[in-house]
């Protein structure tokens, strides 16, 4: 198993400041992705990075696969209420027959 | 965009019971579904992965004749929970993906709460 290592595993914080959530395995992923959660509801696929150093940016959210491709980050910029949730990076290989392998999450509370 | 869909949401059965739970993709042929279990407040933990027409793989500590999964369709998976006792309370999800494709789609979840 590819253990992926997800900091913080809480945060709190006011609408408007900025956060980075971050992902680390010593395993090589051939692709990584970022789920957003909803209490009582299944994860949704925020993002996809396959390729080494590739960023990606949805909206208010920056995404970044490490050179190497062990690693990932999470930015949000202005964070409102809206993005509270729980937020899931899972890598994934050929190897692990496409298998998902799940960081332990980071739980976002933005408050007003 | 890719829909499953899970059926029932919520279910709650007395001990000892068989629970079944169904996980569809709805506008998409799944070439491979995974089955996953989330307790409260924690990641999802990956319980067994099936292709269309084959036999389930498992995960270590999953046990195979206690979760029976079935993939008779590119459409369908069911997973079964037999004999269920109270440590089998837990949110379970399902996944699916078409081709060989690192993206899954999720389904909504099943509470199952076993008394």
């Known amino acids: 198993t590819q253990l992926l290592e997800q900091s913080p595993q809480f945060l709190s914080i006011q609408e408007g400041e900025n956060l980075t959530v971050y992902c680390n395995s010593s395993?090589?992923?051939?692709?990584l992705q970022w789920y957003r959660q909803e209490p009582g509801e299944g994860p949704v696929l925020l993002v996809t990075?396959?390729?080494?150093?590739e960023v990606k940016k949805l909206k208010r959210l920056t995404f970044q696969f490490g050179d190497a491709r062990k690693d990932s980050s999470l930015h949000i910029t202005a964070a409102q209420p809206g993005d509270t949730g729980l937020y899931l990076c899972?890598?994934?290989?050929?190897?692990?027959?496409?298998?998902?392998?799940f960081g332990k999450g980071t739980s976002l509370l933005v408050t007003p | 965009g890719a829909v499953v869909s899970q059926h029932p949401s919520r279910v709650i059965c007395k001990s000892g019971t068989s629970v079944k739970i169904e996980c569809r993709s709805l506008?998409?042929?799944?070439?491979?579904m995974f089955w996953y279990r989330q307790f409260p407040k924690q990641s999802l933990m990956l319980m067994a992965t099936?292709?269309?027409?084959?036999?389930?793989?498992?995960e270590q500590g999953v046990e195979k004749d206690k979760f029976l999964i079935n993939h008779a369709s590119l459409t369908l998976s069911t997973l079964t929970v037999t004999s269920a006792h109270p440590e089998d309370s837990s949110f379970y999800i399902c996944?699916?993906?078409?081709?060989?494709?690192?993206?899954?789609?999720f389904g909504p979840g099943t509470r199952l709460t076993v008394t």
């Open positions: 506008d998409f042929q799944a070439t491979t």
């Open positions: 996944s699916a993906s078409e081709g060989a494709s690192y993206e899954q789609y």
């Open positions: 899972a890598g994934a290989s050929e190897d692990s027959g496409y298998a998902l392998n």
């Open positions: 395993s090589v992923f051939s692709s």
């Open positions: 990075v396959v390729t080494g150093g």
């Open positions: 099936s292709n269309e027409g084959s036999k389930a793989t498992y």
